[in-house]
């Protein structure tokens, strides 16, 4: 299946991250040949991680932080080469806004530096921030504990160790947060289309609609976003579940706790209903998109759906760059 690859700042440091989801901003995989779906994708911390030991610790306190909160930092090396044991994380500025909770959506700008000689690799600083997603199923554990719970304008640094006696350390600061799902005013239903229902996390729930699917595409707002609309090129982050039309869920973002990079949107490596659907459509909606197989699958079969399908998908747009 064919996977985005993320589009940010720091691309370069996260790239090399076997933690790269974390501050990369769901990155995905390497291209294929099928570039007709949205798919999974893997979690940063599906696999068990080395724990931080006191040395790891004391190393990365030792990390120099010169420069104020709200712009970029310099950040110096005790000494190079720079390593730690394990991923390691230590918060270096309580921060004083918003707190944030599982499941919100950070802008975060970050400076990342190589340990092996001190030189810096990537700063957001001289573009904008990235949008990360708050998840403590996703992130990698000692991110995820000082993250949820924290505040805006919490600085923070963070080491990767990226091999034998090498580590990548990144200071990064919380500049803003936004929920992780559409917000804004609700539409009211639509005759003939299926009828959602929202868990209390905005995750979706998908009651059929009876009679036969529509034959042309739908994309239908169910929540009105205040945000700009989506145009073609760029990166869309959402939410999603995918259905049958007969209600059968195959697929869901909400399940992995993590969103979907549509990356290019108009001619994104997903199915054409996507890439028609979205544009246009404003940041913090929900979108119904119900795709005729000519928009889908057409006649292929692919795991959990049946050739000529008709898909229903509800799309949080939670974030545009």
């Not at 919380?174 to 929202?198: E, F, N, Q, S, Y």
């Not at 595409?217 to 982050?237: F, N, R």
């Amino acid at each position: 299946m064919r996977r985005p690859t993320t589009r940010t700042a720091l691309r370069a440091a996260a790239a090399a991250l076997a933690l790269s989801l974390t501050l990369a901003a769901c990155a995905g995989d390497e291209p294929s040949d099928d570039a007709t779906t949205p798919t999974a994708q893997d979690s940063a911390a599906a696999t068990a991680e080395p724990t931080a030991s006191a040395e790891d610790i004391a190393a990365l306190e030792s990390v120099a932080v010169e420069g104020a909160a709200g712009a970029e930092p310099k950040v110096v090396l005790p000494s190079t080469p720079f390593s730690l044991s394990a991923p390691t994380a230590f918060v270096l500025e309580e921060g004083t806004g918003e707190t944030v909770a599982d499941g919100d959506l950070i802008d975060l700008h970050s400076v990342w530096v190589n340990g092996t000689d001190g030189t810096t690799q990537q700063s957001t600083w001289a573009s904008a921030p990235e949008q990360l997603v708050v998840s403590e199923a996703s992130l990698a554990p000692v991110l995820a504990d000082i993250l949820v719970d924290g505040k805006v304008g919490m600085r923070f640094v963070f080491g990767q160790p990226m091999g034998e006696d090498v580590t990548t350390v990144a200071v990064a600061e919380i500049v803003a947060k936004r929920p992780g799902r559409a917000t804004g005013t609700a539409v009211a239903p639509v005759d003939g289309l299926p009828t959602v229902t929202l868990a209390e996390n905005g995750a979706p729930a998908l009651e059929p609609a009876e009679g036969d699917a529509p034959t042309t595409l739908v994309a239908q707002p169910l929540i009105e976003g205040e945000g700009p609309e989506i145009a073609a090129g760029q990166t869309a982050l959402v939410h999603y579940t995918g259905w049958l039309w007969d209600g059968t869920q195959f697929d869901s973002s909400w399940e992995r706790s993590m969103p979907f990079p549509v990356e290019n949107v108009g001619q994104a490596g997903v199915i054409a209903g996507w890439n028609e659907g979205l544009v246009g459509q404003k940041v913090g909606s929900q979108v119904m998109l119900v795709v005729p197989p000519d928009k889908g699958y057409g006649d292929e079969e692919k795991e959990g759906i049946p050739p000529g399908s008709t898909l229903v998908f509800v799309v949080d747009i939670i974030a545009a760059s």
